[in-house]
């Protein structure tokens, strides 16, 4: 919830004449996963041309594969706003090939479920030759994204190594990365718990707080609520930054299941149900003010349990550029109406 007021519309100074165009831009800062914030992401730029945009990227998803730092949140963020996705995947390179993975498996390399492709081998490349040599995530970060022009500012959630773990239910749970268990095992074997593991000593990375504290919004787009979102809320600081600013949440679930992917895996392991409402009230009032739910959860409009919480009905899949941008539109607006 809010304790400044935020205004959405480019907001005069005070004691600046009228006639004189002195405005400052509007501030959004996004919590973001992978494929479901990059697309929102795009929308929102479209939406909000003028504004400066800081993302605030997952990196719990983050793995060392073949002695490389591999960031696929990140990177499928970097990638779709920079215009050099797989259109088809939502993540990874377009017009890849995989020769180098093919001669990694000829050797018998391990593992062999995570594809990477060549072109995508290079990021990985470049990143952990800048990390080797001392450079903060952040630091490479921005490296890497002087190529691609996002347009948006990427910030990684934190340069300290945090890494999602899920612990596998039933007896002697092994606790694995999360990756092994979302790409090989594809979220089919129940997880007893999920777990950000490093996060309790992790600190937020330069410019995450002020962004945060700077925003006029604050947006969680459709991703993942506890292993997107909630990871990046786990460091600690980030949550109670959030929690003092209008924060409005579009809903990445519909009709009772998520739009792609296993959010619902993620959402039955933390005693969640998968329903709009239901997220909605696991972030629960004191964090976010506002919530977009597809015209298929309408009934969520008057649900009790979220009191406190303005919500909003209007169709939610981003089928197409325009589709997304009326939903980052609705985000503004509704933020703009709270706040
Ligand atoms: P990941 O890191 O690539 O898994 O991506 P995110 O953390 O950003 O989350 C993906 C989430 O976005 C999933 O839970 C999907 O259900 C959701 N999602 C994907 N496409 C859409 C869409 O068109 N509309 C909505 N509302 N949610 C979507
Ligand atoms: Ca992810």
């Known amino acids: 919830m809010p304790t400044g007021g935020g205004r959405l519309e480019p907001r005069r100074a005070e004691g600046i004449p009228a006639d004189l165009p002195h405005f400052t831009v509007m501030r959004i800062t996004v919590l973001a996963g992978g494929v479901g914030a990059a697309r929102y992401l795009r929308g929102l730029k479209q939406a909000a041309p003028e504004a400066e945009i800081t993302v605030v990227g997952n990196t719990g998803d983050d793995i060392t594969l073949f002695g490389l730092r591999v960031c696929p949140d990140l990177d499928t963020v970097m990638y779709t706003l920079g215009g050099g996705i797989n259109e088809d995947q939502g993540w990874g390179r377009e017009g890849e090939t995989h020769r180098v993975r093919a001669e990694l498996a000829a050797y018998g390399a391990s593992p062999d479920w ?20 001392g450079q903060p995530l952040s630091a490479v970060t921005e490296v890497l994204c002087r ?24 007896p002697g749970g092994r ?20 777990s950000a593991s490093g996060a309790e000593r992790a600190r937020p ?4 707080l002020a962004a945060i504290s700077d925003a006029d919004v604050v947006v969680f787009p459709p991703s ?29 679930i519909i009709g009772g299941a998520p739009v792609r992917g296993m959010a619902d895996a993620c959402l039955t392991a933390i005693g969640v149900e998968t329903s709009a409402a239901a997220v909605a009230a696991h972030y629960g009032p004191e964090l ?18 979220l009191a406190g919480i303005a919500v909003r009905a209007l169709p939610l899949l981003m089928r197409d550029l325009p589709a997304t941008t009326a939903i980052a539109r609705a985000a503004l607006d509704l933020a703009q109406e709270l706040g």
Request: charged share 20%; aromatic share 6%.
């Open 175 to 194: 606790e694995i990365h999360f990756q092994e268990w979302w790409v090989r095992l594809h979220a089919a074997t129940p997880a007893a718990r999920i």
């Open 114 to 133: 995570f594809t990477l492709g060549d072109r995508d081998f290079a990021t990985h490349i470049l990143r952990s030759q800048l990390l080797a040599a």
């Open 224 to 252: 993942n609520p506890v292993v997107s979102i909630g990871t990046i809320l786990a460091v600690p600081g980030i949550r109670a930054a959030v929690a003092a600013k209008t924060v409005v949440g579009v809903s990445p």
């Open 288 to 305: 976010i003010d506002g919530w977009l739910v597809d015209d298929q959860d309408k009934a969520v409009t008057d649900d009790p349990a």
């Open 147 to 170: 190529r691609w022009q996002p347009g948006v500012r990427l910030l990684p959630m934190s340069d300290d190594p945090v890494e999602t773990h899920v612990t596998l239910a039933g």
């Open 205 to 208: 990375a330069p410019g995450v």
